[in-house]
């Protein structure tokens, strides 16, 4: 009798997940023998703060003890410096581990999320992981729009996120039209306010979200550890909610979420406030500069109130974002691609430290110029 081939049944994931694109973090490849110069991933330019790496110091002695699985230091050091209540604070590695775990807590199958047109990649990845539907919500010149945001809400609709500062984009949305947008929205929606780059706003129309969560039952605001205080590789995160929503959360985040160098380290940063100011003075004074330099380059610098520069650059061949993202990366400057938020005619810049910020304008300057061989491979 002849055997055919039998080809066994695979696992199947839930509906969803086989639509997610997942998510590419900043490239940091250059050409061997090339420095490389990575701005693309907002990281700060000033480092860690020293009392955060101070923190870490003697943790050798402890490695083989679990940390605190509440994260008590860690809450109370961000309660202390917000004036806050610690109970309603919930630590996360990373705040993308917070974003999937609303995410997963709120929406399901059957269930939709609105997410704005240029909205970070992850709240799209959490939503289509818990099995819900991202609905899409318009923004007007790179910026959240509020009307749209309420024209998208069905009776299917469970969470709204939008990052305030905006990243890719570096808008803001100001606190006014933030409060419109909560008060609009049905009480059982969560509204997610992803404000991981707060700190380096300095309008005075701007909240991070504190005095909303502070009067609403169904707002979270979510902060970073990552840009300001130069601590991306401990992945540190936060949020600030309700009693209810911080109790969802407690019951489903993993039970050691936060590792004890992360908890040590934030609880360090967070008090050093001088290291934060000086990482915002710093900001403030490259941020207008590189901008200024890039539109005389003759290119598009969307206005940002972060420590990054969305560009976008003409159409014309040769002079494109592709052809100028070759250009830098063969002089060791690594800008962040942005066809994956669907804006290829741009590129993201990190604003980086004094060498780095006049290497990219200078570079920007020739290939703008067509030096040195500007959109050749």
Same mark, same amino acid.
């Given at each position: 009798?002849?055997? @055919?081939?039998?080809?066994?049944?695979?696992?199947?994931?839930?509906?969803?997940?086989?639509?997610?694109?997942?998510?590419?973090?900043?490239?940091?490849?250059?050409?061997?023998?090339?420095?490389?110069? !990575?701005?693309?991933?907002?990281?700060? %330019?000033?480092?860690?703060? %020293?009392?955060?790496?101070?923190?870490?110091?003697?943790?050798?002695?402890?490695?083989?003890?679990?940390?605190?699985?509440?994260? !008590? !230091?860690? #809450?109370?050091?961000?309660?202390?410096?917000?004036? /806050? $209540?610690?109970? #309603?604070?919930?630590?996360?590695?990373?705040?993308?581990? /917070?974003?999937?775990?609303?995410?997963?807590?709120?929406?399901?199958?059957?269930?939709?999320?609105?997410? @704005?047109?240029?909205?970070?990649?992850?709240? !799209? *990845?959490? +939503?289509?992981?818990?099995?819900?539907?991202?609905?899409?919500?318009?923004?007007? $010149?790179?910026?959240?729009?509020?009307?749209?945001?309420?024209?998208?809400? @069905?009776?299917?609709?469970?969470?709204?996120?939008?990052?305030?500062?905006?990243?890719?984009?570096?808008?803001?949305? %100001?606190?006014?039209?933030?409060?419109? /947008?909560?008060?609009?929205?049905?009480?059982?929606?969560?509204?997610?306010?992803?404000?991981?780059?707060?700190?380096?706003? @300095?309008?005075? $129309?701007?909240?991070?979200?504190?005095?909303?969560?502070?009067?609403?039952?169904?707002?979270?605001?979510?902060?970073?550890?990552?840009?300001?205080?130069?601590?991306?590789?401990?992945? *540190?995160?936060? &949020?600030?909610?309700?009693?209810? *929503? &911080?109790?969802? /959360?407690?019951?489903?985040?993993?039970?050691?979420?936060?590792?004890?160098?992360? *908890?040590?380290?934030?609880?360090?940063?967070?008090?050093?406030?001088?290291?934060?100011?000086?990482?915002?003075?710093?900001?403030? #004074?490259?941020?207008?500069?590189?901008?200024?330099? +890039?539109?005389?380059?003759?290119?598009?610098?969307?206005?940002?109130?972060?420590?990054?520069?969305?560009?976008?650059?003409?159409?014309?061949?040769?002079? $494109?974002?592709?052809? =100028?993202?070759?250009?830098?990366? =063969?002089?060791?400057?690594?800008?962040?691609?942005?066809?994956?938020?669907?804006? %290829?005619?741009?590129?993201?810049?990190?604003?980086?430290?004094?060498?780095?910020?006049?290497?990219?304008?200078?570079?920007?300057?020739?290939?703008?110029?067509?030096?040195?061989?500007?959109?050749?491979?």
């Amino acid at each position: 009798m002849q055997q @055919t081939d039998v080809v066994p049944a695979l696992p199947k994931p839930r509906a969803g997940i086989e639509r997610i694109e997942a998510y590419v973090p900043g490239s940091a490849q250059v050409a061997a023998g090339v420095r490389a110069i !990575k701005l693309s991933s907002n990281e700060s %330019p000033l480092g860690a703060s %020293p009392a955060a790496v101070a923190a870490l110091a003697g943790l050798g002695t402890s490695l083989a003890l679990y940390p605190d699985g509440t994260a !008590k !230091k860690l #809450r109370e050091a961000l309660a202390h410096r917000y004036g /806050l $209540d610690s109970a #309603r604070i919930v630590c996360g590695a990373g705040s993308d581990e /917070l974003l999937n775990l609303l995410a997963h807590a709120y929406a399901g199958p059957g269930d939709e999320g609105i997410i @704005t047109q240029y909205g970070f990649l992850v709240y !799209k *990845i959490a +939503l289509l992981a818990a099995g819900a539907t991202p609905v899409i919500a318009r923004e007007v $010149d790179c910026a959240v729009n509020v009307d749209a945001i309420l024209a998208c809400v @069905t009776p299917r609709t469970k969470i709204v996120f939008i990052a305030n500062p905006g990243n890719p984009t570096g808008s803001f949305l %100001p606190f006014a039209e933030v409060s419109r /947008l909560a008060r609009a929205l049905p009480g059982h929606v969560v509204l997610v306010l992803d404000a991981a780059y707060s700190e380096y706003v @300095t309008r005075n $129309d701007y909240s991070a979200g504190i005095e909303l969560v502070s009067r609403a039952h169904n707002v979270v605001m979510t902060r970073t550890f990552s840009k300001i205080h130069g601590l991306a590789a401990l992945r *540190i995160g936060w &949020c600030y909610a309700s009693a209810e *929503i &911080c109790d969802v /959360l407690n019951r489903i985040r993993g039970p050691f979420n936060m590792n004890m160098a992360a *908890i040590e380290a934030g609880a360090a940063a967070i008090a050093d406030s001088k290291h934060e100011a000086a990482a915002l003075a710093h900001n403030a #004074r490259w941020r207008p500069w590189l901008a200024e330099r +890039l539109q005389r380059a003759g290119l598009t610098v969307v206005p940002s109130e972060t420590n990054f520069l969305l560009v976008r650059f003409p159409a014309s061949p040769g002079r $494109d974002a592709a052809a =100028a993202d070759r250009f830098l990366l =063969a002089r060791g400057l690594i800008l962040r691609r942005m066809e994956a938020y669907d804006l %290829p005619d741009c590129l993201r810049v990190t604003i980086g430290d004094e060498a780095a910020n006049h290497m990219v304008a200078d570079a920007m300057d020739a290939f703008m110029r067509g030096d040195a061989g500007a959109g050749h491979d």
